[in-house]
Each structure stands twice: as C-alpha cells, then as structure tokens.
C-alpha cells in the first residue's frame, strides 16, 4: 500500500484484499491525503486491522466509476475489524453503485445519504449484514439519531425525514447549500468554482480538489478547464500533449475484463487521445503511429474472443467488436440503473457469433434489442449443443424481434418451463437419440 504515497489520482481501481493477519502496528499512522480521486471502483475485501477507511483515506473526494466491480463502484465486504466507514471527504460517485455488506462490526451505514453521493440513484446500493443499527453510537452533538429542531446549529444536517447525517460519531455528512445549484462546496459550504467536483479550497479554478471537466497542467500549475485548449486532446478527465498521449501506457482493465484485443497503442482522434477506436473506425498503423481510419461502406471487422457477460463492466470488454470467435454468456441478475443503454453500446456491434449465444437469469433485459446488428450465430463448435439459449427470462416479450440466422443443426428456444433444470438445457446434444 506504500506505494500510493503522494498519489493523488488513481487512474484505474484500487483493491485492497485479504489482508487478513497484519502486525498490531501495520497501519499505525499509515494514511494517503493526498488522494483525492479514483477513477475507476474501489474493493475492499477481507481487510483486518483497519477500523475507520477514513484514517487511511480522510480525503477521498470523487470515485469517478469509468471501470466497474459487478456494477459496483465500491464495494467494502467481509471486514470484521471494520467499525465505520468514514471517508467524510466522499461527495460524488459518478457511475455505478455501492455495496456495504457482511462487515460484522460496521456502524454508521445507516446515516449516510447515498442518494446525495451515487448519481444514479438508490437503485443500486445494497447495505446488508453489517453490525446492528440499533446498537451503534449517535452523530457528533447528537441525543437521539432524528433531528432537534433546538439544537440546530450544533447537529449534523439530516434528511428529508429528519435523519441526521454523519461518516462516523466525528465527522457529519458535508451537504452543500441548495445555493450552489448542484455545485461542490467548501466545508463551511462556500460554494465553489463551476468547474469543480467533490470540493474546493477557494473560489478559483486551481483550488478544485477534482475537475468536473478537465484538468490541465500538473502539480502547481494545475487547473480545471471546461474544454481543452489548442494543440492538446482529451484523455479521460485530463488535456495532454499529442507526445504525453502516445506515451500513456495501457489502461488497467478491471478485474472482469480481459484487455482488449489488436489494441496496440493510445491514438490521436480528431480532438481525443482514444485507446480504442470508436464504432464506425478502425485502427491502423503501429504503436507509434496508430490512428483510427473511417470504416468502409461495409463496415469495419473486429475479432474478438468468446467469454462472459455477468456485469455491465464485463460487457464492456466487447466493445467495437463485430465478430466473435467464440460463445457469448449473458447472465445479469443485477441491474446497474441504465443496462440496456450500456450493453447497447458495449454489444451493439456484435454481426456473427461463431459458437453459440446463451443468455440465463438475466432480469433485468426487457429486450435483446442491444445486440441491434446480430445477424449469424454460427455454431462452429464442436460440440454440437443448443446455439441459442434462453433460461428463466420472464421480462424478454419480444424475443422474436432480434432476426438472426442459425446454422444448420441449431435449435431456437423461446421460453423455458422453470420446472425443467438447468442440467437439462447445459446437456442437449442433437447428435443424441435421446426424445427431450
């Protein structure tokens, strides 16, 4: 962990991970506060030892959620040493969810407005198992956890039901005023600079603790700008130089995805420093000079290999690809807020499958739409099984609008009694004798 010393973004995820016996002294006066960013999600799990995240990140403003764990954009389970969270600094994540769970002596879960930190809402925010509300301590100042109406101006701000909000019983909930239009805000809620995000130290564009847009420059000289200026493209959240851009190393793939295959190199697109080519491109030339060239009226073709689709970060992992050598799985039990939109943009440029497409438990699909340019599965496979497959899919009404065209010897299923097991669709074998 030394190694995040002085770091002040993290362009990708950080995992810390059964850490599960360290020396009474491991994290005596460890703590990172200089960090104010992380990019993609953060994962804590089975992490002794630590009792407050806050002592080891006090302040971590923004987790911007470009990669996700399993929808998640944090995620802190199984911690049994864990007593509160309190990273009083958090203000915004901006994509993705949250998940609190199975942390045996977690307080403080429960006085947390998530709705005012995760922009896409409730729908994807599970707290569950930790220690009992009931027993944990109250907010700074507090008599009860509901708002005193008399003691105002020493309590923490509450909720619209009169809940008082608070990381841990010393810090509260920072709420911006209802002044700064949706805008971070100081401590003492002076509202900040537009271009600011997660919080500021003055009314200036260099006091920023994050940039909403862009930043440009490094250290001292750094600024938050609404759009890059001349001769410098947008990467991510940051403006660089055409030779800073072609130097940046791969990006760090989540922990679901596989990197993505014939990338070799960052590019110049029009006005962005791209990893991947956009739909409608493709990549041309070496690592030195790559660029992305418009596709032929026939459209471009992109291999890529079969795999696994269980979160709209998997998903991700296919992105631009049009013909997979391959099977492809879809099994989504949760939904991220905005699935369909995401595997449209993740899947929607899939034309052939060369082995078969399944697609199990997925209930949050209403549609199969999102695969809108599948035209062929295949079926070089050698085993002959089912090319097209769907299990326990209630919410697809309107199946029969995804035209496609199945080699011979592939069988077409609609819908499944949930009486019959799951062993049975995994084990057809048209080659068999056998009635089913």
């Not at 995040?4 to 360290?22: A, D, K, Q, T, Y």
């Not at 987790?63 to 802190?76: E, H, P, S």
């Not at 697609?359 to 099984?385: A, C, E, Q, W």
């Not at 497959?389 to 499944?416: A, H, Q, V």
């Amino acid at each position: 962990m030394l190694k995040l010393r002085g770091c002040r973004v993290i362009e990708g995820h950080l995992s810390i991970v059964v850490i599960e016996h360290p020396s009474p002294s491991a994290f005596d006066n460890m703590s990172f506060p200089e960090l104010r960013e992380v990019t993609g999600y953060i994962k804590i799990y089975r992490l002794m030892g630590v009792r407050n995240l806050g002592d080891l990140f006090p302040n971590l403003s923004v987790v911007r959620g470009m990669q996700l764990f399993k929808d998640y954009a944090i995620v802190v389970f199984d911690c049994e040493d864990l007593e509160s969270l309190g990273l009083r600094s958090l203000s915004k994540v901006e994509r993705g969810g949250v998940r609190i769970q199975q942390n045996d002596r977690l307080c403080y879960t429960n006085t947390i407005d998530w709705s005012r930190i995760v922009a896409d809402g409730d729908d994807n925010i599970l707290i569950r198992s930790n220690y009992d509300t009931r027993l944990c301590g109250l907010c700074p100042n507090a008599q009860s956890r509901m708002e005193d109406h008399r003691q105002q101006h020493l309590q923490c701000p509450a909720d619209t039901s009169g809940r008082l909000l608070c990381w841990d019983d010393k810090h509260c909930q920072k709420l911006c005023p209802s002044a700064c239009g949706g805008r971070a805000c100081t401590r003492n809620g002076t509202c900040c600079n537009a271009t600011c995000l997660g919080g500021c130290e003055g009314p200036l564009a260099r006091d920023c603790h994050v940039c909403a847009n862009y930043s440009l420059g490094y250290g001292e000289n750094r600024t938050c700008v609404s759009s890059c200026p001349a001769n410098t493209y947008r990467l991510s959240r940051r403006c660089v130089t055409e030779q800073e851009c072609r130097a940046m190393p791969p990006p760090q793939p989540a922990e679901s995805s596989q990197p993505a295959p014939n990338i070799r190199a960052y590019k110049i697109l029009n006005n962005t420093c791209v990893y991947m080519c956009p739909s409608g491109y493709m990549e041309v030339g070496g690592a030195r000079d790559g660029m992305c060239r418009p596709c032929r009226p026939a459209g471009c073709v992109r291999e890529c290999g079969g795999g696994r689709v269980d979160s709209v970060a998997a998903a991700e992992h296919f992105r631009g690809c049009t013909h997979l050598k391959g099977s492809l799985e879809i099994s989504l039990r949760a939904s991220a807020g905005n699935t369909m939109a995401i595997l449209e943009a993740s899947l929607g440029e899939i034309r052939e499958i060369d082995g078969s497409l399944k697609i199990t438990r997925s209930y949050p699909l209403v549609s199969l739409m999102f695969l809108k340019n599948l035209r062929r599965i295949g079926g070089h496979t050698n085993d002959n099984k089912l090319e097209k497959e769907y299990w326990e899919m209630d919410n697809l009404p309107e199946i029969e609008r995804c035209e496609l065209i199945i080699s011979l010897g592939g069988e077409e299923i609609s819908s499944e009694d949930e009486s019959d097991t799951m062993s049975r669709i995994e084990e057809i074998d048209y080659n068999s004798s056998d009635d089913d």
